[in-house]
């Protein structure tokens, strides 16, 4: 598992020398699933960590009440995380079902709460790495690498003479044969984007139903606590994330009745996972106001003044009267596949791509 996720690792962090998408999608495909990957494999690793669960139980094996646990879930009483331990609790949330009120005789019973999830983390976080780069998939697929069959070796600073003719006459055919012909194109890709936004809400959501609806305000509670000046009351961490637990095993005694064992779970694999949600909770809303930062930047590409600005930004080196000739008469596929070029061809390269490109475009009809 180790090695398998490290070469995942060392795959992922290499950067393509073709850019067929915007640093909106490289948040989604590269950085946040890098991120999620290498907390999965953080999980797994035993050797920091220990064994995912250990339980105390006399008269017991601990290999059969570890399992049992394990299998069955644990549980704590999460009004009773900010308890004082010793006198109140053995630890935060970890008390029977009825307790004794501290100073008084008077006993009441409290809600308790089954702890499942730690079996599915590494699962978990592995499919929310599978559907942030979903996205990419699909529009890799799509695209079908026509950004890199156009450039070519044109993205070289230096190019034979021969064959930087031969590409450039390649790019400027395509385009005068399919000029107009590309909104499916760029639609495709647009509906990618659309997908991000949809996965990372969606991945805030499913998150916190994981996490027993605790995801939500679980950022803001954790950063609350942590700015007290002395860590005492109720800790969100330890409702979420106990790191002491209860499990109940049954089994039959010497006579054949039912006796009742209590154990204490200490769950070491905790310490890192409330530090990892609570990481992915600023981050997750981080990369959710990007992405819509990146819708609303795709809604203002519909309009041409503001399609032409972006190709000038990219054009430098070339005349500006040529690049408004060619922006003038594109839709927006045709655009947004130029605008793919100019980020992957060496501005030199672009300047004569544009230049020839201008002279077969006269006659082409002037969009609004």
Not at 70 to 78: A, G, N, V
Not at 237 to 246: L, M, N, R
Request: aromatic fraction near 16%; hydrophobic fraction near 45%; proline fraction near 3%.
């Amino acid at each position: 598992m180790y090695y398998i996720t490290r070469d995942t690792i060392r795959n992922l962090l290499n950067i393509s020398t073709i850019k067929i998408d915007n640093i909106f999608f490289f948040f989604h495909y590269k950085i946040t699933m890098v991120i999620l990957v290498v907390f999965g494999l953080l999980v797994t690793k035993k050797q920091y960590f220990g064994d995912p669960i250990d339980c105390i139980v006399d008269s017991i094996d601990s290999h059969t009440i570890d399992m049992y646990c394990w299998i069955q879930s644990t549980y704590t009483i999460p009004s009773l995380t900010g308890a004082v331990v010793g006198e109140e609790v053995a630890h935060p949330g970890v008390a029977n079902y009825d307790v004794m009120k501290h100073g008084t005789e008077e006993t009441q019973s409290y809600t308790i709460k089954h702890h499942k999830y730690y079996q599915w983390v590494v699962l978990f976080l592995s499919l929310q790495a599978f559907m942030f780069y979903l996205p990419r998939f699909i529009w890799k697929r799509c695209e079908g690498g026509r950004v890199a069959t156009l450039v070519g070796e044109l993205h070289l600073p230096v190019c034979d003479s021969n064959l930087r003719e031969k590409r450039l006459s390649i790019a400027v055919e395509y385009f005068t044969r399919y000029f107009h012909h590309h909104n499916i194109y760029a639609f495709q890709f647009f509906f990618c984007e659309v997908l991000n936004f949809t996965n990372i809400i969606g991945q805030i959501y499913f998150t916190d139903r994981f996490l027993d609806y605790g995801f939500l305000k679980y950022g803001p509670r954790v950063m609350e606590y942590a700015k007290q000046d002395k860590l005492f009351g109720h800790d969100p961490k330890d409702e979420i994330f106990p790191k002491v637990a209860k499990c109940i095993f049954h089994k039959f005694g010497p006579s054949g009745s039912i006796m009742r064992h209590d154990a204490l779970c200490v769950l070491p694999l905790n310490i890192i996972n409330e530090k990892i949600f609570a990481f992915l909770w600023y981050w997750f809303l981080l990369v959710a106001v990007i992405t819509g930062v990146g819708l609303v930047y795709r809604l203002a590409t519909f309009l041409p003044t503001f399609r032409t600005y972006l190709l000038r930004g990219r054009s430098r080196l070339v005349a500006k009267e040529n690049i408004d000739t060619i922006s003038g008469r594109c839709y927006i596929g045709d655009w947004f596949i130029l605008y793919l070029i100019a980020k992957n061809m060496d501005a030199f390269m672009y300047r004569d791509f544009i230049q020839q490109l201008s002279q077969h475009l006269p006659g082409m009809k002037k969009v609004s």
